[in-house]
């Protein structure tokens, strides 16, 4: 926008006087991590706005290149670091499909499983947070205390809460340990009173509720001008979600709706992620009662690592074993774009292999750097105070903005 | 979809390519028809540009694919494009007057591979810092990277 320099200069005809220029970020608690934004403001309203990103620039894309494809599953976790596993999700789909294998049910089954818990984990972050935006302070706790929870059930299964990895090409870390169900099981029958308990924090707020009614609204037109998916686009109207529309890792085997909504303001964004959150406690009560026995990887030593007892017995298992940590695995040349339904919106791998052990190029499309550049029209002509509610709302993780 | 496409060979002819890869539709597209082959796939209910990115194939010329992910809202598909660029200075088109999401894109992908795209409304770097040196993401660029330290810049 050549005009937002204009923009922030000019001059009222009426008054003569210039608007005011208020930097907001980069470190603020209301912008969710380091972004930050210009506005211009006459009187209390904006007559322009620009975010600035880059704070959080790490050039994951670029140290991609320069680790094997298993390696690289680490980054990825990095960048949307509330829901690392579904960023896992995409790039292994992705290096899976260039490789032309598809991973055995019980691991499908566990990769939903995770996504879906990390859907619901992402989205109590994204409710924490925001009310706490709105100076709700006390869903803040009930919102985290649930998600340590999951947090926990990630780090059994990982070894780790936040940057877990769990998703590797051609299946998992390891199988699901031992105890693990009974803990799932517990989850999702103390859950469903907590979601009504956080409706009965704010949907009977007057405050809450008068607040984020018809703030920092956009048309479906203009959202899907600006790329919008996710939550997000839902909240507008559009019945966008890539688990039905184009399922992968097993989705059309689960019962689900996608809820949306039409105001597509702040409130209905807020609708939309709090029913989403049934939705996916409703998969993992699917998961829970259906779980396939059997392999949880691919039974190929070129792509999938031997067990360590085999490597002990078996010279044929010790030598593919050296040659994959070594090497990497041979990837077929080719190029695939490979998307996932995140928490935040569609997460998109463009991967180029050249035949190598290591990526060519790794595309990474976080949803979130598409849903900020829309915060301009968002909150034009409304009140300062209404760009922390349509931060809160896009809830933009900078990790994967700046990436 | 197969329309779509029957419709766009009849537009353009030659100067698009369809072809599939692991079944995922590519059309590669001359640079300077990139604007109206999206104007006419956004016409046939192509409505979202999803991303736009570059690969930088060193040694090869032209060095530069630029590439588009669109999606069609209807027919849940998606569809790829592909415009080479090289020379010493590469530049395509710019097409973020079609889709607002490319206004992003299109400085990521600048500030990233320095291709120029003639015509965006701001073309700025975006995450890396005003006056750095180099494109980062090109072949050619270190992954330590070039500057021991990045020249601070007062606004």
Known sequence: MADVETKFGQVDPETGLKPMVINLGPQHPATHGVLRVRVALDGEQIRACEPVIGYLHTGIEKNCEDLTFNQAITLTDRMDYLSPLTNNFGYVLGVEKLLGVEVPKRCQYIRVLFAELSRIASHLVWLGTSAMDMGAMSPFFYTMQQRELILDMIEMSAGARMNPSYFRVGGLLNDLPPGFMEKLDAFVKGFPHWIDEYYRLLDRNPIWVERLKGTAPISAEDALDYGWTGPLLRACGVARDLRKTNPYSSYEDFEFDVPTETAGDVYARYHVRMREMRESLRIVRQILDGMPEGDWHVDNWKIYPPNKMEIGRNMEALIYHFKLFTEGIRVPAGEVYSAVEGPKGEIGYFIVSDGSGKPYRVRVRGPSFYNIAALPVLVQDQILADVVAAIGSIDIVLGEVDR | ?155
């Open chain 2, 1 to 155: 979809m197969n329309d779509i496409l029957e419709a766009l060979l009849g537009t353009f002819g030659d100067r698009v390519e369809v072809s599939e890869s692991l079944g995922q539709t590519v059309v590669r597209v001359a640079a300077a028809e990139i604007v109206s082959v999206i104007t006419f796939l956004k016409s046939r209910g192509f409505n979202m540009l999803i991303d736009l990115t570059a690969v930088d194939h060193l040694g090869r010329e032209p060095r530069f694919d630029v590439v588009y992910q669109l999606y069609h809202l209807d027919l849940r598909a998606y569809l790829r494009l592909k415009v080479q660029v090289g020379g010493d200075e590469p530049s395509v088109p710019s097409v973020a007057h079609v889709f607002a999401s490319a206004n992003w894109a299109e400085r990521e992908c600048y500030d990233m591979f320095g291709v120029v795209f003639r015509g965006h409304p701001d073309l700025k770097r975006i995450l890396m810092p005003d006056g750095w040196k180099g494109h980062p993401l090109r072949k050619d660029y270190p992954l330590t990277g070039l500057d021991p330290l990045p020249p601070l810049v007062h606004e």
